[in-house]
């Protein structure tokens, strides 16, 4: 998982139960083991490494009797380049390749439920993200995102053998690249192996495998992006405590699902300081609280399945600001965009960004007096402005230069 944001949140405490018995430790903690092992070398794009993990979970697709629904098999390959982002410490525009890992549940039905989880992590090299002192240590990533790629898996054996047939279809998807900017999921959004408009809500998962056995906190992000999700948190059982946001943007791999109008669910138990670290080990890993958190993602998706209809909602977006910064623009940036400039996403509603009148897919070329060839130009640049401050700022719209007035 990217560095997750700063929440306000609202603390819900639901009592009781009511959930599938047949996710287990068991059943989860085989695939984390072997996910986080040594062996794996950390899961980054393009490494042998990388290709273990797109064998075995294409493997378990295959046992759960899921149908391939990749370009080539279970698999999505492609190709992409690095680019600094604002955690990097190096970037060399190294081209990588990466695989989406893409199975179907087919049920007959109209509508399709994807439930993913990005499977990359940061290897052992001078990875940008890493926060560990020592780079050059394996980071084996059990939580981040060995957990969710595990929860996606034993999500896809109960749904493909429990003996139901839901009234939605499921796509189980995992992603690659999401350390480098959610470029797997982006590349499935605009090459997808299926049609967009059939798939009716998105669950992701990442980072679920360090639920704290004292406060029992799940954070559900994405609860504004549809109106249908009020009567189904209300009416599930659970004995986590659930903090909710309701953005559809974040820094996982929902946000790339939001940005093509679907409805997004995003569950995370929380920032630890093992992330992005050669510490974040499979020893680490709360399993028990890991199947809770499963059981009760397994009901919210049975409810989703079970919904005539699930309406897409616009969200106001949370400010991504860093604590270095005293102004934010409010954008999402494009961390795939090889050109000049920084490409714009998304704009966060009542931020600067859309006051000023920027828009998705604009290229910011100037802010101030400061020119922005990539993320850190940007970054510099925001680094260097106050707030209340009125400054220009250029963006190439249909190529053509634009000069804007922002004040931040």
Same mark, same amino acid.
């Given at each position: 998982?990217?560095?997750?944001?700063?929440?306000?949140?609202?603390?819900?405490?639901?009592?009781?139960?009511?959930?599938?018995?047949?996710? *287990?430790? $068991?059943?989860?903690?085989?695939? /984390? *083991? +072997?996910?986080?092992?040594?062996? %794996?070398?950390?899961?980054?794009?393009?490494?042998?490494?990388?290709?273990?993990?797109?064998?075995?979970?294409?493997?378990?697709?295959?046992?759960?009797?899921?149908?391939?629904?990749?370009?080539?098999?279970?698999? =999505?390959?492609?190709?992409?380049?690095?680019?600094? #982002?604002?955690?990097?410490?190096?970037?060399?525009?190294?081209?990588?390749?990466?695989?989406?890992?893409?199975?179907?549940? $087919?049920?007959?039905?109209?509508?399709?439920?994807?439930?993913?989880?990005?499977?990359?992590?940061?290897?052992?090299?001078?990875?940008?993200?890493?926060?560990?002192?020592?780079?050059?240590?394996?980071?084996?990533?059990?939580?981040?995102?060995?957990?969710? *790629?595990?929860?996606? %898996?034993?999500?896809?054996? +109960?749904?493909?053998?429990?003996?139901?047939?839901?009234?939605?279809?499921?796509?189980?998807?995992? +992603?690659?690249?999401?350390?480098?900017?959610?470029?797997?999921?982006?590349?499935?959004?605009?090459?997808?192996?299926?049609?967009?408009?059939?798939?009716?809500?998105?669950?992701?998962?990442?980072?679920?495998?360090?639920?704290?056995?004292?406060?029992?906190?799940?954070?559900? &992000?994405?609860?504004?992006?549809?109106?249908?999700?009020?009567? /189904?948190?209300?009416?599930?059982?659970?004995?986590?405590?659930?903090?909710? $946001?309701?953005?559809?943007?974040?820094?996982?791999?929902?946000?790339? &699902?939001?940005?093509?109008?679907?409805?997004?669910?995003?569950? &995370? #138990?929380? =920032?630890?300081?093992? +992330?992005?670290?050669?510490?974040? $080990? #499979?020893?680490?890993?709360?399993?028990?609280?890991?199947?809770?958190? %499963?059981?009760?993602?397994?009901?919210?998706?049975?409810?989703?399945?079970?919904?005539?209809?699930?309406?897409?909602?616009?969200?106001?977006?949370?400010?991504?600001?860093?604590?270095?910064?005293?102004?934010?623009?409010?954008?999402?940036?494009?961390?795939?965009?090889?050109?000049?400039?920084?490409?714009?996403?998304?704009?966060?509603?009542?931020?600067?960004?859309?006051?000023?009148?920027?828009?998705?897919?604009?290229?910011?070329?100037?802010?101030?007096?400061?020119?922005?060839?990539?993320?850190?130009?940007?970054?510099?640049? %925001?680094?260097?402005?106050?707030?209340? =401050?009125?400054?220009?700022?250029?963006?190439?719209?249909?190529?053509?230069?634009? #000069?804007?007035?922002? *004040? &931040?």
């Amino acid at each position: 998982m990217r560095l997750k944001l700063g929440l306000a949140t609202l603390l819900l405490s639901i009592a009781g139960v009511g959930i599938a018995q047949n996710i *287990t430790v $068991d059943v989860i903690k085989p695939h /984390i *083991t +072997y996910l986080a092992d040594d062996k %794996l070398q950390g899961r980054e794009p393009g490494t042998k490494g990388e290709k273990l993990a797109i064998k075995y979970i294409s493997q378990q697709f295959k046992s759960y009797g899921l149908k391939p629904m990749g370009s080539k098999g279970y698999a =999505q390959p492609f190709t992409y380049k690095t680019k600094k #982002t604002p955690h990097d410490t190096v970037a060399n525009g190294t081209p990588k390749n990466g695989s989406n890992v893409i199975g179907f549940l $087919d049920n007959g039905a109209a509508k399709t439920i994807v439930i993913g989880g990005h499977f990359d992590h940061l290897g052992f090299k001078e990875h940008g993200s890493s926060l560990d002192k020592n780079k050059k240590l394996i980071h084996n990533g059990a939580d981040d995102n060995a957990s969710g *790629t595990a929860g996606v %898996l034993a999500l896809a054996n +109960y749904f493909a053998n429990n003996g139901i047939k839901e009234k939605s279809n499921f796509l189980f998807m995992c +992603y690659s690249a999401e350390e480098d900017g959610l470029i797997g999921s982006k590349y499935f959004t605009n090459n997808p192996t299926m049609d967009l408009s059939k798939i009716s809500a998105m669950i992701n998962m990442d980072m679920i495998g360090r639920l704290n056995d004292s406060t029992k906190k799940l954070m559900v &992000f994405g609860v504004g992006t549809s109106p249908a999700y009020t009567n /189904i948190f209300a009416n599930t059982k659970t004995n986590l405590t659930l903090g909710f $946001d309701s953005s559809g943007i974040g820094p996982s791999d929902q946000t790339s &699902f939001y940005l093509k109008n679907i409805p997004v669910l995003h569950f &995370f #138990t929380g =920032q630890h300081t093992d +992330y992005h670290k050669s510490t974040d $080990d #499979t020893e680490k890993i709360n399993f028990a609280g890991e199947v809770e958190v %499963l059981q009760f993602i397994q009901q919210i998706a049975s409810a989703l399945a079970e919904t005539e209809n699930i309406p897409f909602t616009k969200t106001k977006q949370p400010e991504q600001a860093r604590v270095s910064f005293k102004v934010t623009l409010g954008i999402m940036p494009d961390y795939s965009f090889e050109g000049k400039g920084v490409k714009i996403d998304a704009v966060n509603e009542g931020k600067p960004a859309i006051l000023a009148g920027m828009q998705a897919g604009d290229v910011l070329i100037q802010l101030g007096e400061f020119t922005v060839n990539n993320m850190q130009d940007y970054m510099k640049a %925001l680094s260097k402005h106050s707030k209340g =401050q009125q400054v220009k700022a250029t963006v190439l719209r249909g190529g053509n230069p634009v #000069t804007l007035s922002v *004040t &931040f």
